[in-house]
T-cell receptor, first 114, second 110 residues
Framework: NAGVTQTPKFQVLKTGQSMTLQCAQD?????MSWYRQDPGMGLRLIHY???????DQGEVPNGYNVSRSTTEDFPLRLLSAAPSQTSVYFC?????????????FGNGTRLTVT | GQQLNQSPQSMFIQEGEDVSMNCTSS?????WLWYKQEPGEGPVLLIA?????ELTSNGRLTAQFGITRKDSFLNISASIPSDVGIYFC??????????FGQGTRLTINP
């Protein structure tokens, strides 16, 4: 059982470049989300989705776009990368949108923007 | 956004010692969760708390949901080397958003 799979594991971008961080889950989870992790700041929610075709903003959405065309996939797009977006990005999912079920996390994508 | 204040930020202990860390907030949370993160991996859920006053154990780990619903603590008894990692508290802000504390980095000297 693969769980939550994130690709790539590492990425280096130049300022202004665009890229998509991939996230896929094989658990048929309705809820998926993206977090960024920065030293001393814990994990901060970027965007989330409660089901295919539905997305919403989290705490730090600026500079990021998401879409949810299928239940399995929830890609995160950086349209014009900035050094402030250097971070470790985690995708997470859970069975329902309610607070009763725990999040399952992927192993992260470490992004460096120069 | 909602902030969870987690302390201490880091701990350096000897193997076998007990560990205590806590999380506080200025607002009420309906759920408190404790996660552990090891290097190169995503956080993994340790304990989930759903009721004010609830005390839950998972092996050597014990966590409590504060009566005021604004705080939670996690204790680890008789620490072992594999307890090393970063521990995060988290709380639900509504049903959709999970807010995390800043993390407590635990280092254990054998």
């Amino acid at each position: 059982n693969a769980g939550v799979t994130q690709t790539p594991k590492f990425q280096v971008l130049k300022t202004g470049q665009s890229m998509t961080l991939q996230c896929a889950q094989d658990m048929n989870h309705e809820y998926m989300s993206w977090y960024r992790q920065d030293p001393g700041m814990g994990l901060r929610l970027i965007h989330y989705s409660v089901g295919a075709g539905i997305t919403d903003q989290g705490e730090v959405p600026n500079g990021y776009n998401v879409s949810r065309s299928t239940t399995e996939d929830f890609p995160l797009r950086l349209l014009s990368a900035a050094p402030s977006q250097t971070s470790v990005y985690f995708c997470a999912s859970r069975p329902t949108s309610g607070s009763g079920s725990p999040l399952h996390f992927g192993n992260g994508t470490r992004l460096t923007v120069t | 956004g909602q902030q969870l204040n987690q302390s201490p930020q880091s701990m350096f202990i000897q193997e076998g010692e007990d560990v205590s860390m806590n999380c506080t907030s200025s607002s009420i949370f309906n759920t408190w969760l404790w996660y552990k993160q090891e290097p190169g991996e995503g956080p993994v859920l340790l304990i989930a708390l759903y009721k004010a006053g609830e005390l839950t154990s998972n092996g050597r780990l014990t966590a409590q949901f504060g009566i005021t619903r604004k705080d939670s603590f996690l204790n680890i008894s008789a620490s072992i080397p594999s307890d090393v990692g970063i521990y995060f508290c988290a709380g639900h802000q509504g049903a959709q958003k999970l807010v995390f504390g800043q993390g407590t980095r635990l280092t254990i000297n054998p």
